[in-house]
């Protein structure tokens, strides 16, 4: 299946597009797509992680729903999906 | 509970005297800096004062934070009666005035009458041989910008930026989103409290001393926020605000050409990679290793300004049309030493290219900053804001109680348009950040279903925000609680402190007439109406969103019978 990786701020600044498609098996989840753009982008790992788990430098979402608010890097991911990785916003 | 420590002075600039009273029933309950401006305010300022009067107050207030070294604290308040709402409004500067402040020994310094001269006020803290207020007649002073103030200051008594709360020319000519500017680029921005001043006669305060109160404040986890503010690679450090602009314009909406789109093709020109390129240098506020400011300049056009900030980028660039980022700055740079709130001035500038059909036209952009700052022309109309010269203009009126819209479009975030709607304070986008939750994924930014309950609570934490005074961008170093922690009280006090002052302004605004007519937007939401009816509900106030006569929110502190 396909899902579309939208990427905004510093994290576009590292995979150097603003939207990159991936192809991923049908059971796929979040941390299978960052895996792989980890592996084609290994400075992602310090915006995205921290100490093991995502941190709070980026804020990611699934088709706008924070992954917080999902299941975390096991969030299934069906075709189709808009996973996003944008700067939080606190205002300003 | 830590609270801000320190007495009112009390300054009236029309017998030309002062005088100083104990707070600390206040300060125990309130805090410090909005909370306890608003609960002077609330008492001390007659429900029907003309804004432009010598009965209304201003404020300058500090929280217990602004005693400590920590990151994210260089912040201070000011409260009164907005000449631009007709309401109560607290408006919050960074810079380096707030250490300056407390080192005068009070908490709050509180500003009425009016003087018959032009003065420059000076607060010191009583200790020695000067006396603690000193009033000095600066006629000469008539018609100046702040950089000249600020000369003036330094050369006559030694004294930086850092030590001044200067109005410029729109504040003396009553503009009413004049702003007050301290540390040369930071404004007390919203809600035209320049004016005010102006009104009173007042160029400029100084503030400087040796007396600064101790407030015992725990210092393990000072020292791990400042390590943290110092360490993070936050892309805030390299952009500011500015970091979110693509992101906001493509994802969500940018408020373009006067509020008639929702998107800006010439983004990519004001965006933070725009700002970071003029960048030249990293700034800060007081005691913060986080530094998110932004010094900029261009050297082929001759500008040097700080910021633009997001609010800037949208109010000059996509809102008026301008696409490249030096038209902004240069914008940006002429409200900070005329004395202009960037986002009013910005948003009544594009109301006005739009009755011209002239977006895109970046020098009558900057004329006409001139003339409104000078109340000359079409300045003096533009003066009065969106709310009062819309109609003259034929223009439509995109302002909520008299205050401009902010970026952060409520129209594809409701939640933040509900904010907005509600807010005591007008169209301010950080009266609730309601945004972050909606940008973030945190909230579905569709719909108001079940979003006021949330809101009262994301109001009521900004007030603890605005009275410890901790910065607004520290809240991914700086939880609950550490928040609790740092104050030696249970964080849902602070919020219910927060509830007690939401409902100060609004009692306030009430009795001047304010109601559900009010809380109304320039758009349609879904679920509007019954939003509304179930936010006065949570909030124990009538549906006709007035607070109920006698009552009393949560005890002592709380709005006195009428």
Known sequence: ?92 | MNHAKGDLLTIDVGAREAETTEIDDVLATFVGGRGAATKLAHDRIPFDADPFGPENRVYFSSGPLQHSQMSFTGRMNMTGLSPLTDGLCSTNAGGYLSRNFVDTGHSVVEVTGASDELLAVHVRDGDGDAPTVEFEEVPELAGAEVPDVTEAMRERHGLESEHLATVGPAGENRVRFACVMTSDSRAFGRGGLGAVLGAKNVKCLTFEGDSRASVDLPEGIQSEIHREAATTDDIMKRQGTTNGTQFINDEFGLPTRYFSEMSFEGVEGINGDAVEEKKYKKAACSMCAFACKLPTRDEERGVETEGPEFETVMAFGSNTGVDDVVDVMISNDRCDDLGMDTISAGDTVAAYLASEDEFGNAELVHETLEKIARREGIGDTLAEGVARCHDELGVENWSVKGLEFAAHDGRAIHGQGLSYAVANRGADHMYSAFLSLEYNGEVDPEGLEGKPELLIERENRQVVRDSGIFCAFSSSYVDDDAKAELLDVDFADLLAMGDRVVELERHFNNRRGFDRGDDRLPYDLPGFESALDEYYELRGWNSDGTVPAGHVAGGSGGVADD
């Open chain 1, 1 to 92: 299946m396909q899902v579309v990786f939208r990427a905004y701020g510093p994290v576009r600044d590292v995979v150097g597009a603003k939207t990159v498609e991936r192809e991923l098996p049908p059971d796929a989840t979040l941390e299978d797509l960052l895996s792989g753009l980890l592996a084609d982008h290994p400075d992602l790992e310090v915006l995205l992680y921290a100490d093991g788990e995502l941190g709070d430098a980026v804020s990611l979402t699934v088709d706008g729903v924070n992954v917080s608010q999902l299941d975390g890097l096991e969030t299934a991911l069906s075709a189709g999906d808009e996973v996003r990785a944008a700067p939080p916003i606190h205002g300003g």
